[in-house]
């Protein structure tokens, strides 16, 4: 059995207004992330763990933020072609694990339904999605409120031989 694994990472800016994007799901916070897209850091490192577990590059190859049309896009749309890309390879996502590091808006009631939401666009089941989120404890940018990161994992497993 073949498996591969991935590690992807991200953090945007954030900046006064109405609500935060993670995972696809909308949290009304006193901030906005700042992006080319909509910024969803979460979405954005588990698509960079996807594509490097399948060695693939990375969101830049395939969706540079020099093109225009990646502008305003929502991130539920890289993760999907990011999913197609992975089974093209010939494989399937076995396990996905992550953390976001927010200082704030609290998350830990939204992440039973970002686990939900990311399981449905990668199409694997809830407990093949794992979502943590960490504060920085007061420390760095992410500490000050000025940005909010995330990492991510991956597992896959190959299901073709080509
Ligand atoms: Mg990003």
């Known amino acids: ?5 991935g590690i992807g990472y991200d953090i945007h800016r954030l900046k006064n207004g109405k609500g935060i994007r993670l995972g696809a799901i909308l949290i009304p916070c006193e901030f906005e992330l700042v992006g080319h897209s909509d910024a969803d850091v979460l979405i954005h490192a588990v698509c960079d763990a996807l594509l490097g577990a399948v060695g ?7 969706f540079p933020d020099s093109d225009e049309k990646f502008r305003g896009k929502e991130s539920s749309w890289f993760l ?3 999913a ?9 996502i076995s396990q996905i694990d992550s953390v976001i ?3 704030r808006p609290k998350l830990l009631e939204y992440l039973p339904q970002i686990r939900k ?6 199409r694997t089941s809830i407990e093949q999605v794992s979502v943590k ?3 920085n404890e007061g420390l760095d940018s992410i500490g000050g409120k000025k940005a909010i990161a ?3 994992v991956s597992l896959v497993q190959k299901v073709k031989t080509k």
């Open 1 to 5: 059995m073949t498996i591969r694994i």
């Open 133 to 135: 989120a960490k504060t």
């Open 80 to 82: 999907r072609e990011v």
């Open 56 to 62: 693939a590059g990375d969101m830049g190859t395939h």
């Open 150 to 152: 995330a990492w991510a």
């Open 84 to 92: 197609k890309k992975v089974q093209k390879k010939g494989f399937k």
């Open 101 to 103: 590091i927010a200082e």
């Open 117 to 122: 939401k990311l399981a449905g666009l990668l």
